[in-house]
């Protein structure tokens, strides 16, 4: 960080669910191995793995192990534009859990360069666990994730997640705007 | 983390030049890619970049970005042995700054497996700037990543930082496991 950044408010913003839209990807793949849709109606509420026969649960996970799969996920919508907004008067980190699937290391950065130009590299971070990220707010759409986290935690809005309630709750990338612009 | 491990201290250690014996597998390249031998007298006090003929600078620094250069690279006397006796009493987080040879993310992750098995993968950190850890310790040997760190940075003695005075100073492993002895 250039030391005039010091003192700013830093936000960690989760990767997969959040600013990219994983499950699109992975909804069209299910279509184009099993030549059959799952909807969004399908996977409200829970996981794709628990959304799909049982036979196909290894295979629905394993596909995020395979190289080049997270490399062309398509952005959030409005990720960009609010994303380019935030990094002109916040210190932004992008923190993705990426262990899970650790061949994709080099995707997720080639993504990052891509879709986010105006971040450099410094604002990566692919971590096993976000306890250790030291920020104000981290958006996730993850509840366990918020829950080891120390600062505010902001609950992005996922099919797996519409049960929750614990957490401050963004719709969507224009809430996140709306949210910050209050602080700004 | 688990439930029963918060509250205790976390220590963040660096990989290359810590962790990881990077500078002995970088002289054995030099070796054999130029037929002499770079001696650790020729390095003290600078990068190996500016301890080599101007012509070879780029070459010494490009090898870092060939797939495979990090996967083997030794590990640091006693670093094991004092890792996995610091595991058992404190949160332990390996965090390197990979993100200027993103090539070698993955082989990265191979080398933490092979070499620190007793450590999971919810303790790598993968991060472009050390402003973003949270942890009580940061064990580096780049000062520039002890400065830009929010708590107790420990610097550890390496060729280029042997003129550094502004950090306490730890040289090697066994070094460490007497520092952390006292708080255990």
Same mark, same amino acid.
Request: proline share 4%; aromatic share 12%.
């Given at each position: 960080?250039?030391?005039d950044? $010091?003192?700013?408010?830093?936000?960690?913003?989760?990767?997969?669910?959040?600013?990219?839209?994983?499950?699109s $990807?992975?909804?069209?793949?299910?279509?184009?191995d099993?030549?059959?849709?799952?909807?969004?109606?399908?996977?409200?509420?829970?996981?794709?793995?628990? %959304?799909?026969?049982?036979?196909?649960?290894?295979?629905?996970?394993?596909?995020?192990?395979?190289?080049?799969?997270?490399r062309?996920?398509?952005?959030?919508?409005?990720?960009?534009?609010?994303? $380019?907004w935030?990094?002109?008067?916040?210190?932004?980190?992008? %923190?993705?859990? %990426?262990?899970?699937?650790?061949?994709?290391?080099?995707?997720?950065?080639?993504?990052?360069?891509?879709?986010l130009p105006?971040?450099?590299?410094?604002?990566?971070?692919?971590?096993?666990?976000?306890?250790?990220?030291?920020a104000?707010?981290?958006?996730?759409?993850?509840?366990?994730?918020?829950?080891?986290?120390?600062?505010?935690?902001?609950?992005?809005?996922?099919?797996?997640?519409?049960?929750?309630?614990?957490?401050?709750?963004?719709?969507?990338?224009?809430?996140?705007?709306?949210?910050?612009?209050?602080?700004?």
């Open positions: 960080m250039d030391e950044r $010091k003192g700013r408010i830093t936000i960690a913003v989760d990767l997969d669910e959040v600013t990219a839209d994983t499950v $990807k992975r909804l069209l793949r299910y279509r184009a099993y030549g059959v849709d799952l909807s969004r109606e399908d996977i409200n509420g829970k996981q794709i793995r628990d %959304a799909v026969p049982p036979e196909r649960k290894e295979a629905v996970e394993a596909c995020l192990d395979e190289p080049g799969f997270s062309d996920i398509p952005i959030m919508p409005n990720a960009q534009r609010v994303l $380019k935030l990094s002109s008067r916040f210190d932004i980190f992008i %923190a993705t859990s %990426a262990m899970d699937h650790p061949v994709s290391l080099y995707d997720r950065y080639l993504w990052l360069q891509e879709f105006f971040l450099t590299d410094r604002s990566y971070v692919f971590c096993g666990s976000k306890k250790i990220l030291k104000d707010f981290l958006i996730d759409d993850n509840p366990r994730n918020l829950e080891m986290f120390s600062g505010t935690g902001i609950l992005f809005t996922a099919h797996h997640n519409i049960y929750e309630t614990h957490f401050i709750r963004v719709n969507g990338w224009n809430e996140i705007a709306a949210y910050f612009e209050r602080l700004d």
